[in-house]
């Protein structure tokens, strides 16, 4: 007997609604940058499949909350209105790319802004807006002289470097709901306590901000929980922070500094509540004399259970001989609850692995897992390292880590998305 048959019009409209709602996820999730269209749209191809199926999207607010236009492309501010439209009352998220350069932008860019986005400001709770650089600044002046009620997570982003924008003149009537603030490509002045006194997030993404300035934006945010900054230059007065809410922290630093600038710039923070640390761009000798230290002179870390160090690019190979020149106390005085160990295309991992877990090491009970994303050169000499390890933690009868081995990410930026796991280790 055969099963009978079932179409998908013959589904009900509230399952047909959720179908298209699950193909919204990645864009959700992160939505795109660089291009007009953030991949696939199930609520507009859905729409356009029959009129059975046009009747039950276009019913549905819900899928159309996710509103994306490019001011440079013809025909996005009449798709920005129909999502408008279509969204009906519901809270929507919002990204304005100004990306192409085209005639249109010369053309009442602020009026187009004002009359269309502008009035729904009241059920915006998600906005990004992407520019190319200073030449429009018009495109910001709308969200001046307004309140956002509604506003959690914004983004202001130049994709063009070193500009200067006075961000914080925005939404001057506030935004008592903002709590994840990014701000990318460009420099700019204190933030007005209307923006810092309920935010949880803030991220600087590869801005070179004004330590003492920075400093003084976090000492506003008694809820900050979580910080992402660029740390281009660390001088021997320069102003600490206290940031006593803070849980995690991602420090990006340059590649050829010397081997004490990363303990210099992780002493810049007094967190004791800081559980995860990721530093990016931090070379091998920089790792081993961090945590080689017995304190460092202004900070400690008793919480950090999670610690990171990755690296895009570097200039040491193990054939040239290099390795840590500090010998790593374990477990680390600096981070004495550390039990994740993780490092993304890091240079010497060897040397490190073998400092912090070979024959010569001290017990480590607390360390429970280590994941490492190696570099194709050096996936030898961590096999051999690795070896040592297992063998010589046997002979002790000591406890072993979990290892978990990656492939080497697409993206060093990403790579907790981007990576997939080769092999996972335990004994």
């Given at each position: 007997m055969s099963a009978p048959t079932c179409t998908i019009l013959s589904l009900p409209n509230e399952l047909l609604v959720t179908i298209a709602v699950a193909g919204q996820e990645d864009r959700i999730a992160d939505l795109n940058l660089e291009t007009q269209s953030a991949s696939f749209k199930s609520e507009w191809t859905l729409s356009h499949v029959s009129q059975c199926f046009r009747d039950i999207i276009l019913g549905a607010s819900e899928l159309w909350t996710l509103i994306e236009t490019d001011f440079g492309s013809e025909g996005s501010m009449e798709i920005l209105k129909l999502y408008l439209e279509r969204s009906r009352a519901r809270q929507i998220s919002v990204t304005l790319r100004q990306l192409s350069e085209s005639d249109m932008l010369e053309i009442g860019l602020e009026d187009r802004v004002t009359g269309s986005i502008v009035p729904q400001i009241n059920r915006i709770r998600w906005l990004r807006i992407v520019l190319i650089d200073t030449e429009h600044p018009e495109i910001l002046a709308p969200f001046r002289d307004v309140a956002a009620p509604c506003l959690q997570h914004l983004e202001i982003v130049y994709t063009k470097y070193n500009v200067t924008v006075d961000a914080g003149a925005l939404?001057?009537?506030?935004?008592?709901?903002?709590?994840?603030?990014?701000?990318?490509?460009?420099?700019?002045?204190?933030?007005?306590?209307?923006?810092?006194?309920?935010?949880?997030?803030l991220d600087y993404g590869a801005n070179d901000p004004d330590i003492h300035n920075l400093a003084v934006i976090t000492a506003?945010?008694?809820?900050?929980?979580?910080?992402?900054?660029?740390?281009?230059?660390?001088?021997?007065?320069a102003t600490r922070f206290h940031i006593p809410t803070l849980s995690f922290l991602h420090i990006s630093i340059g590649e050829d500094e010397p081997a004490d600038y990363l303990s210099r710039v992780v002493d810049l923070f007094h967190?004791?509540?800081?559980?995860?640390?990721?530093?990016?761009?931090s070379h091998g000798d920089q790792i081993a004399l961090l945590l080689s230290l017995k304190s460092l002179p202004h900070s400690s870390f008793p919480s950090v259970t999670?610690?990171?160090?990755?690296?895009?690019?570097?200039?040491?190979?193990p054939s040239d001989g290099n390795r840590p020149s500090h010998p790593i106390?374990?477990?680390?005085?600096?981070?004495?609850?550390l039990s994740h160990?993780?490092?993304?295309?890091?240079?010497?991992?060897?040397h490190l692995i073998q400092e912090m877990l070979g024959p010569a090491s001290q017990p480590w009970p607390l360390l429970k897992v280590i994941t490492l994303g190696m570099k194709n050169d050096s996936l030898g000499g961590v096999r051999d390292a690795l070896e040592d390890v297992v063998n010589s933690k046997r002979q002790r009868g000591e406890p072993l880590p979990k290892v978990q081995l990656l492939r080497a990410p697409a993206s060093i930026e990403n790579w907790s998305e981007d990576s997939s796991w080769d092999a996972e280790m335990s004994w």
């Open positions: 939404f001057l009537y506030g935004a008592p709901r903002l709590s994840s603030l990014k701000i990318d490509g460009f420099t700019h002045r204190l933030l007005s306590p209307v923006w810092t006194a309920t935010l949880t997030h506003q945010c008694p809820l900050l929980t979580h910080l992402h900054l660029h740390v281009a230059y660390v001088a021997s007065d967190s004791p509540a800081l559980t995860e640390l990721i530093i990016h761009g999670s610690l990171t160090f990755l690296t895009g690019s570097c200039a040491c190979y106390s374990c477990p680390p005085d600096v981070f004495p609850a160990l993780t490092l993304i295309n890091q240079c010497l991992t060897e």
